[in-house]
């Protein structure tokens, strides 16, 4: 754990490359995020399940780090606000060839209309706010 934020331990790796609850209920992901305190990996709240704040409510986990390819933003459930945070233990991302929404085989071919509300910030808004 941090000095600073007590819920970051750097030293703890991902649990996986996908989101824990959904691979074992034979569901599906947009996007994955990383708890910063314990290493589990959900999947975000555009997607149907929304295992990573759920984590977050249930365990008491309140920080998770993007867990996408080239993304190395923290949001803070508890606050709803994105916050800052050290390198994390790798790796710092699902696999790039994994793609999203995955896994492919479980995704329906209208994964579009099955997404909740809360979209994902392109890159140009993502200092503004944060679903």
Same mark, same amino acid.
């Given at each position: 754990? /941090?000095?600073? /934020?007590?819920?970051?331990?750097?030293?703890?790796?991902?649990?996986?490359?996908?989101?824990?609850?959904?691979?074992?209920?034979?569901?599906?992901?947009?996007?994955?995020?990383?708890?910063?305190?314990? &290493?589990?990996?959900?999947?975000?709240?555009?997607?149907?399940?929304?295992?990573?704040?759920?984590?977050?409510?249930?365990? &008491?986990?309140?920080?998770?780090?993007?867990?996408?390819?080239?993304?190395?933003?923290?949001?803070?459930?508890?606050?709803?606000?994105?916050? /800052?945070?050290?390198?994390?233990?790798?790796?710092?991302?699902?696999?790039?060839?994994? &793609?999203?929404?995955?896994?492919?085989?479980?995704?329906?071919?209208?994964?579009?209309?099955? %997404?909740?509300?809360?979209?994902? %910030?392109?890159?140009? %808004?993502?200092?503004?706010?944060?679903?």
């Amino acid at each position: 754990m /941090t000095d600073e /934020t007590p819920a970051i331990d750097p030293d703890v790796p991902p649990t996986g490359d996908g989101c824990v609850e959904c691979l074992a209920g034979d569901t599906w992901w947009l996007h994955l995020r990383r708890c910063t305190q314990c &290493g589990h990996v959900g999947c975000c709240d555009s997607s149907p399940e929304q295992h990573a704040s759920r984590h977050a409510r249930e365990q &008491g986990h309140p920080i998770a780090q993007s867990f996408e390819p080239g993304e190395d933003w923290f949001w803070d459930y508890a606050s709803s606000q994105e916050v /800052t945070g050290p390198a994390l233990a790798p790796p710092s991302s699902r696999p790039v060839e994994q &793609g999203s929404p995955a896994p492919r085989d479980r995704v329906p071919r209208d994964w579009k209309h099955r %997404l909740h509300a809360v979209r994902e %910030l392109p890159p140009h %808004l993502r200092r503004r706010a944060r679903p």
